[in-house]
């Protein structure tokens, strides 16, 4: 019988094993029909994760169960075996199409087509044969079957394991920042200089999303630079094009501190406006130390706010969309639970939800709408909150540890104006084109104050404006930036008014190098060492 258990040992991790392998190298093909249940319309290598999950789960706890029921001479042992085989093989023949040429998920199925050889092979073995065949033992009069405790144990232990297995991946899918790459040096791989030619920009960028795109875990790049009006773009990956969409992440910060700087220059609002006076639910002032929170307290980061409100859970921080779910009356309400600290800058990503939502009322409008007009009197195209139907196929998959990740927004409140804007390369460069040149617009005197350095940042050369970061060099005069990640995105935005240059990086890995990259090149090209 120690011989059969070490059989049924090796048997079932062969099968664990298989099948987490399986989800791993080759989740990202699956079709979207099984997929969609899944994820909520998402193909994504997490939504396999959690079906090799609940199939190795199966695994786990039947055939101890039937081993159990063996050992006590049952005769129903080998009967739910062969139930519980069907349909696992099925799980086998779903998976076997999408393994075509994959090399590592052929080795994973061999595994688990011996797995179920070695435990199958059990119900044949003259000695299980023999067992099935008598009557069940009598049950002792005072505790339990030794045996018997210790196959509960090993069910126990197969259950806590498969769990556990699968948090721990859901922590490093969805918590876990991914490192950033090796390397990346712009003055290595392909140096750039103030007095560059745009044919040496275009073959420099080239370069640098090849060496990007030799991790295997990034999927997709795109780099734009624009100097005096000229715009230089190269892009790497699939489906990868200048109008393609991504995920700016927190760079949707700077739209709402234009729109808050228009509001102003408009007389719809004042930079020191209480934000009770827009909010539908207090009844008074919302303090902090001692003072009125204003809308300058929100766009600066200087309110005193937390960087998520209290009301996101464990749940649902692991979950697919993690803003999702909120409306207008939810955030208010959880604004007005918030308590707040000291008046100085912390990155808070709640309170300039908070002054989105508060913009939208001031301008009787929602404000993806009001941010969908506001870039379409400067002629962005392909900048949305709301993603119009007949545009998702141009939406890219996010990628977080080379897995696929779902698109976070759902039309819920919480992250508008925050980390909610889709935007391409293109349209980035027209929009540092535009803040860069605004001489010509009704937005000029809008532009100018939410680029202008509000307060203290947290360096001594670093002040934030209306959504703007704004540090100063002493070569390159001003350099107005922002970056922004999401689970599967990096991005990242900057000009230098001075030298007359703007670059953006976007991809669609967690990869942070990218957002260092375009650090890397700015510098470069505005004639830093």
């Given at each position: 019988m120690r011989q059969l258990f070490r059989r049924f040992v090796l048997g079932e991790l062969l099968?664990?094993?298989?099948?987490?392998?399986?989800?791993?190298?080759?989740?990202?093909?699956?079709?979207?029909?099984?997929?969609?249940?899944?994820?909520?319309?998402?193909?994504?290598r997490p939504g396999a994760f959690a079906t090799a999950a609940v199939l190795a789960l199966i695994v786990a706890v039947a055939f101890p169960l039937s081993l159990m029921l063996l050992r006590a001479g049952r005769r129903y042992g080998r009967c739910l075996f062969l139930r519980i085989l069907p349909p696992l093989v099925l799980g086998v023949h779903v998976l076997q199409p999408i393994s075509i040429g994959e090399r590592w998920s052929e080795l994973c199925f061999t595994g688990v087509l011996v797995g179920y050889g070695f435990i199958g092979g059990l119900l044949f073995h003259p000695e299980v044969k023999e067992m099935?065949?008598?009557?069940?033992?009598?049950?002792?009069?005072?505790?339990?079957?030794?045996?018997?405790?210790?196959?509960?144990?090993?069910v126990c232990g197969a259950v806590v394991c498969v769990i556990g297995f699968f948090g721990l991946c859901l922590v490093i899918i969805k918590v876990l920042p991914e490192p950033a790459s090796e390397g990346l040096e712009v003055k290595d791989i392909a140096p750039l200089k103030v007095d560059s030619e745009r044919d040496e920009i275009d073959k420099a960028l080239a370069k640098l999303t090849d060496r990007f795109m030799e991790n295997e875990r990034n999927k997709g790049i795109a780099i734009g630079v624009i100097r005096d009006g000229v715009r230089t773009i190269a892009v790497r990956g699939s489906g990868v094009r200048a109008d393609s969409l991504f995920e700016i992440g927190s760079i949707s910060k700077t739209f709402t501190g234009l729109a808050l700087a228009d509001a102003v220059q408009s007389g719809v609002v004042g930079l020191e406006q209480p934000i009770h006076t827009l909010l539908q639910s207090a009844d008074g002032p919302i303090m902090a130390e001692g003072k009125p929170l204003t809308l300058l307290d929100l766009a600066t980061h200087s309110s005193g706010l937390p960087r998520l409100s209290g009301d996101l859970g464990i749940w649902k921080t692991l979950s697919v969309r993690p803003y999702g779910g909120f409306t207008a009356e939810d955030l208010e309400a959880a604004l007005l639970r918030t308590q707040t600290g000291k008046r100085e800058y912390s990155y808070?990503?709640?309170?300039?939800?908070?002054?989105?939502?508060?913009?939208?009322?001031?301008?009787?409008?929602?404000f993806p709408k009001l941010q969908q007009d506001l870039v379409g009197r400067f002629g962005l195209t392909n900048t949305f909150i709301e993603l119009p139907a007949d545009l998702k196929g141009r939406l890219l998959a996010g990628h977080r540890w080379g897995l696929e990740t779902a698109y976070w927004y759902d039309s819920g409140v919480y992250i508008d104006g925050a980390g909610s804007t889709l935007s391409s390369v293109d349209d980035m460069l027209g929009y540092l084109e535009f803040s860069m040149n605004p001489k010509q617009s009704e937005l000029k005197d809008a532009i100018a104050?939410?680029?202008?350095?509000?307060?203290?940042?947290?360096?001594?050369?670093?002040?934030?404006?209306?959504?703007?970061?704004?540090?100063?060099?002493?070569k390159?005069?001003?350099?107005?930036?922002?970056?922004?990640?999401?689970?599967?995105?990096?991005?990242?935005?900057?000009?230098?008014?001075?030298?007359?240059?703007?670059v953006v990086v976007l991809s669609n890995s967690g990869d942070m190098a990218a957002i260092d990259l375009g650090t890397q090149i700015m510098k470069a090209l505005a004639g830093h060492d």
């Open positions: 099968l664990f094993g298989g099948y987490i392998g399986v989800a791993f190298y080759t989740a990202d093909k699956f079709p979207k029909e099984l997929m969609d249940w899944i994820e909520a319309d998402a193909m994504s099935f065949a008598q009557s069940p033992p009598p049950l002792p009069d005072a505790k339990p079957d030794k045996t018997r405790r210790v196959i509960l144990w090993v808070s990503n709640f309170g300039m939800t908070v002054l989105a939502h508060l913009l939208g009322r001031a301008n009787e409008t929602s104050l939410a680029t202008q350095g509000q307060r203290d940042a947290g360096g001594k050369t670093q002040r934030i404006g209306l959504g703007w970061h704004r540090g100063e060099d002493e390159l005069g001003p350099i107005i930036w922002h970056d922004g990640a999401t689970r599967g995105f990096c991005a990242y935005a900057g000009f230098a008014p001075k030298v007359k240059t703007g």
